[in-house]
């Protein structure tokens, strides 16, 4: 029997906020189906990811990936940076 890697999850958003050392909070959007209206509507998460060269700045475009939580709230890394 062969064991699979499950691939994990990775995600694209802008940076809104660098104030924490080695950590940054990109802004994520997703678009959610209205239960009642069935009308697509755009949810926005804030998820906070680790920076270990803090090379991000409010504005960036960013890659993140889900990983073993490093804190209380910080459970995504930065893949890199897409645009500056």
């Known amino acids: 029997m062969e ?3 499950k691939q994990k999850k990775t995600k ?3 940076v809104i906020s660098t104030k924490c050392n080695k950590t940054g909070v990109v802004s994520v959007l997703n678009k959610v189906k209205h239960p009642l209206y069935k009308k697509f509507v755009l949810k926005r998460t804030k998820i906070m990811f680790h920076d ?3 090379e991000t700045n409010i504005g960036d475009t960013v890659k993140i990936m889900e990983c073993r939580p490093l ?5 995504w890394r930065l893949v890199n940076i897409l645009n500056k």
């Not at 804190?71 to 459970?75: D, H, I, P």
């Open 52 to 54: 270990e060269k803090n």
């Open 71 to 75: 804190s209380k709230r910080k459970r």
């Open 12 to 14: 694209i958003g802008s």
């Open 3 to 5: 064991c699979y890697k």
